[in-house]
């Protein structure tokens, strides 16, 4: 028996990764990003994220960071094979039928 509709939660939204703070390391924004140290820069060369010196330190901007994240395109993904509404005929990747032995007469 489904619950009923009201006791179901929406999604949470994604974790802050920086609380409160105005900056964080490169090491920091690559983490909250998922993405990797040459991919990073690229973003902070092309200015699609802002960053600051502090000392000999390299700060990305915690706005900036929200603000790329903000303009993605959000994923679209295809209905999988087999999923409810798809009314196409199944066959193996290799062709003919399924479970068929080779060299066995039909």
């Known amino acids: 028996m ?18 409160g703070r105005l900056l ?3 090491a920091e924004a690559r983490a909250a990003l998922g993405v990797g140290h ?28 929200r603000a790329l994240v903000a303009a993605l395109p959000v994923a679209r993904f295809a209905t999988p094979p087999g999923a409810a509404n798809d009314s196409s005929p199944r ?7 399924r479970g068929a032995i080779r060299g066995t007469p039909s």
Do not use: M
């Not at 619950?3 to 999604?11: C, G, R, T």
């Not at 066959?91 to 039928?97: E, I, L, N």
């Open 2 to 19: 489904p619950p009923p509709e009201q006791d179901i939660l929406p999604p949470a939204p994604p974790a802050d990764p920086a609380p």
């Open 24 to 26: 964080l390391s490169v």
């Open 38 to 65: 040459t991919t990073l820069y690229g973003l902070l060369a092309r200015g699609e994220l802002q960053a600051r010196r502090l000392g000999g330190r390299t700060l990305v901007e915690a706005t900036s960071l």
């Open 91 to 97: 066959t193996s990747r290799r062709g003919g039928r």
